[in-house]
């Protein structure tokens, strides 16, 4: 691969944590903590909360070890995309899916090191189920490990 991709992949990386951050920004300034703004009634709403734990809230106790340890594990896993990346021969769906995941992460890292947790802001209602709030960052992050496990399950394999 050229450096020229492997620049695009690590600028989709660098906008994927621009924009999550920018985000965030803006449901800070303009959405009080614990406030939302119904978008589609008992549907969706841009709300405004802060989750010091992992996915779904694990490891939210308010141990602020845990939020080091979520952070530390943060820059392993970019560290180790960061490197995949840079030996990445060729333009792929898991190069791709690499540089989202990086983005994500990176997106979620500067949070817990700035904030000591996560802002989230995209809220789901499916009839009496709520959906944890997730950001821009968590939606890169899914739509990366997707986009790993189709090339995993059907990509073309070098015999």
Known sequence: MSTRHRGQLFAIAAGIAALDQLTKWIVVKKIPLYGEIVV???????????????????FANGDPRATWALAAFSVIVMAVIIFLLARTRQWSKGALALALILGGATGNFIDRVRLNAVVDFLSF???????????????????????????????????
């Open 125 to 159: 209602d499916f009839g009496s189920y709520h959906w944890p709030d997730f950001n821009v960052a968590d939606s890169a992050i899914v739509v990366g490990a997707i986009l790993l496990a189709i090339d995993a399950l059907f990509g073309k394999r070098a015999d």
């Open 40 to 58: 589609i009634p008992k549907f969706f709403a841009i709300s405004h909360v802060t989750n010091k734990g992992a996915a779904f809230s694990l």
